[in-house]
């Protein structure tokens, strides 16, 4: 990286600019959305009108604003110490950059004589054109600690952002969208769960008016962390200097969480803002690209998988699991994961957590031989475990009471019958590490399913004679325990679940290989649950399985065939006691296993698109090869609604100037209709037939009247 002299610096990348003046006491944003090629002209024009009744100089909106800069909006840093150094007032004291033709690094070093702080913020644009945003500070020198309330990644919005998106949700129902206006004011989502939790805002997007899956501009923001988080969107009436609005995120701190002495500094987790010009849908493919670019990102196919817990829950026998396992390799399964249960004292969710030994009762040969098993049948095997957690009724819990996260007045009420362990204390640290390593070695262990069950309420360690709050400590902890366990075991792939989807971000990405999104496998909740997970993460990071036909969490009863559909798109795998299954079944799902084999390629690889369709009871989801030869739409429905006829639909993505042969993979079995006869291009496509693109993706095509929970597939590709 060098140091430059120009004092107005830009990167670009993939259809996207970000421009930095850094002329300023601090820089400022004069850009960031489409690109602009040449920055010419923006310094010229980025000065706002002096107003009536206001601060006798333009108003500016920097990269660390603040009151210094007469922005009375949410500031980039907030603190004291001991009640005094409240109003930081950064000068630059460098600037850094690495400018390269697709993308490039900008840092800025200030300097904060009020606060006696040094800090950092650094832009990165990646090839995908996401901007990342680091912010660090270090306090220089200090009679008494400095305690920091906030450091917030910052950034402008033009007016025409005027919408807003962001996600709540529950138990069997996470990443559900809501939509609100932009008004005056402050849109300001909290997690303070220690974890980003069910109801995650997950990702905070503005838009232009009417925006959708594939039409509007849209700026987005996504905070890569997996502890407490704050998201926002301010609008002011006197705005954002030259722009209207401002859109941010950053860690929530508890009080007194991070206190700075002198030589100490705080890191803020990475924030990811994200432009698109093409929709959410645009939005969703540059979030992808820059995810599979990761040199940590899964590069072998993504094997089905057969998870116990759905199947036996607690009920652990070899007999039982071993006939599980022989009907899993008949159908095509790849990897076996034995959930919950199988350690000491485990015989239902009340006892044993932190008792990290195989239960010499249930497994008196341990778990050799149900291992040896399933090697035998070449595929891979998987444990579940929960390491952050304990409970009372446990060893660990009896002989530590004080490895407890929670204050040492007494502990508050459990939840799911378990306490979080502190995780960040050295010695709770090495002893969970080990154990759990241990075990992979000693089974050498393909994969773990790491679950995190529990909000942390009253997240506070026991640090000398005080509590301290520590949600900020346990992710870091985290963080380091599962590269620990990485470069230990280079081979292990980890999952994370965190009681389904309480747990998804790209902080936790970094560090494992697919995510739970959620407990329910009921396919009609799991569609709307998936959909907007692929917002962030794309289909081979979604563990999608299928359920038995009444659904543990709903108790809806499902077709077969409409669960294989859904569960076909993602990291696919069965979470069903196949024991149950007939033949019938027991063929079906074999074909399913050989079609995801065949088509994982494509799923694990494609552009994720959505129709926007007027009628919210139907989806049509596709997933298109990057060089357009081939897609898989799923064509589904959720409910009646009153519109009869779907009428022409369009598929979203494809390419109006080309001829596509489409088919309707059959393999899982027909959907059941709401009507006697599907159009007739419908029929042909039973075999196969081709359509031009201008019909497929402009003018659309009229699709089959289905009855409520079915899917179909089409398969289309581009004909030569």
């Known amino acids: 990286m060098s140091d430059g002299n120009a004092t107005v610096l830009a990167l670009n990348a993939a259809g996207v ?35 009536n009744s206001s601060p006798d100089a333009p108003r500016r909106f920097g990269v660390w604003p603040g009151e210094h800069e007469n922005w009375a909006g949410t500031p980039a840093q907030a603190g004291h110490a001991a009640g005094e150094a ?16 697709h993308g490039g690094v900008i840092a800025v070093e200030m300097v904060d004589e009020i606060t006696a702080m040094r800090s950092t913020i650094t832009y990165r644009l990646d090839s995908a054109g996401v901007l990342a945003v680091d912010l660090e500070v270090r306090r220089c020198a200090a009679s008494v600690p400095y305690a920091l309330d906030g450091l917030r990644a910052l950034l402008p919005l033009p007016d025409r952002a005027t919408e807003l998106i962001d996600f709540t949700g529950a138990w069997c129902r996470e990443r559900s969208p809501q939509h609100a206006p932009l008004g005056f004011g402050s849109h300001i989502r909290r997690a303070r769960r220690g974890k980003p939790g069910h109801d995650s805002p997950f990702l905070l997007a503005g838009g232009t008016a009417g925006f959708g899956f594939a039409a509007g501009e849209v700026w987005a923001v996504h905070l890569a962390w997996s502890g407490d988080a704050e998201y926002l969107a301010e609008r002011l009436p006197e705005g954002a200097g030259a722009f209207a609005s401002v859109l941010g995120a950053g860690e929530l701190l508890r009080p007194g969480e991070v206190m700075l002495a002198e030589g100490e500094s705080y890191t803020a987790p990475t924030a990811l803002f994200v432009w698109s010009g093409a929709g959410l849908d645009g939005l969703a493919e540059r979030l992808h690209r820059r995810v599979r670019a990761r040199p940590s990102h899964p590069s072998s196919p993504r094997p089905l998988t057969l998870n116990s817990w759905e199947a036996i829950y607690f009920d652990h026998d070899l007999g039982h699991l071993s006939d599980l396992v022989e009907r899993a390799s008949r159908v095509g399964v790849e ?11 485990r015989r239902n969710d009340s006892a044993g957590l932190g008792d990290w030994e195989v239960d010499a009762g249930v497994w008196p040969g341990g778990l050799g031989p149900l291992v040896d098993l399933v090697r035998s049948h070449g595929m891979q095997f998987g444990l579940w475990v929960e390491p952050e957690m304990t409970n009372l009724d446990s060893e660990l819990a009896r002989a530590h009471p004080d490895w407890i996260l929670g204050p040492r007045q007494g502990l508050g009420d459990s939840s799911r019958n378990q306490y979080a362990i502190d995780i960040a204390r ?14 992979v070695s000693a089974y050498d262990i393909d994969y773990l399913k790491w679950d995190h069950n529990r909000d942390l309420s009253e997240a506070v360690g026991r640090r000398g004679s005080a509590d301290r709050p520590a949600v900020h400590e346990q992710t870091v ?65 979604i563990g999608s399985h299928v359920g038995a036909a009444r659904s543990h969490t709903t108790s809806r009863i499902t077709d077969l065939s409409f669960r294989l559909a859904v569960a076909l798109t993602a990291h696919a795998g069965i979470e069903w006691d196949l024991r149950q299954a007939d033949e019938a079944d027991l063929m079906r799902i074999a074909a399913w296993a050989g079609l995801y084999r065949e088509l994982r390629g494509l799923i694990h690889t494609g552009r994720v698109v959505n129709a926007d369709l007027a009628d919210d009871a139907t989806m049509l989801t596709g997933i298109i090869a990057q060089d357009g030869s081939r897609a898989l739409f799923t064509w589904a429905r959720l409910a009646t609604s009153v519109a009869a006829q779907p009428g022409r639909v369009r598929f979203p993505g494809l390419d109006p100037a080309v001829c596509y042969r489409v088919r309707v993979r059959r393999e899982i079995g027909d959907a059941a209709r709401h009507s006697r006869a599907d159009p007739a291009w419908v029929d042909a496509a039973a075999l196969g037939t081709e359509l031009p693109g201008t019909v497929l993706a402009t003018a659309g095509v009229p699709l089959p009247a289905l ?14």
Request: with cysteine.
């Open 17 to 51: 600019s970000f421009v930095l003046d850094t002329a300023g006491p601090t820089p400022s944003v004069l850009h960031w959305g489409a690109g602009l090629g040449m920055a010419d002209g923006l310094r010229a024009t980025a000065g706002a009108a002096l107003l």
């Open 86 to 101: 409240s109003t930081p007032r950064p000068r630059i004291v460098g600037v850094h950059h690495d400018i390269a033709e």
């Open 335 to 345: 990897r076996v994961v034995l959930d919950d249960g199988w350690f000491r004292g």
């Open 426 to 439: 050295p010695e709770v640290y090495e002893h969970i590490l080990e154990r759990v390593s241990s075990l």
């Open 477 to 541: 902890a985290l963080y380091r325990m599962l590269d620990e366990l990485k470069a230990r075991h280079p081979a292990l792939e980890i999952e994370s679940c965190s009681a389904g989807g309480a747990r998804i971000d790209l902080g936790i990405l970094d560090r494992t290989d697919r995510v739970w999104a959620s407990d329910c496998n009921d396919p009609i909740e799991r569609l709307r649950v998936e959909r907007w997970t692929r917002m962030l993460l794309p289909p081979e990071l």
């Open 707 to 720: 009855a409520p929970a079915q899917a179909m597939l089409f398969d289309i590709c581009r004909v030569p």
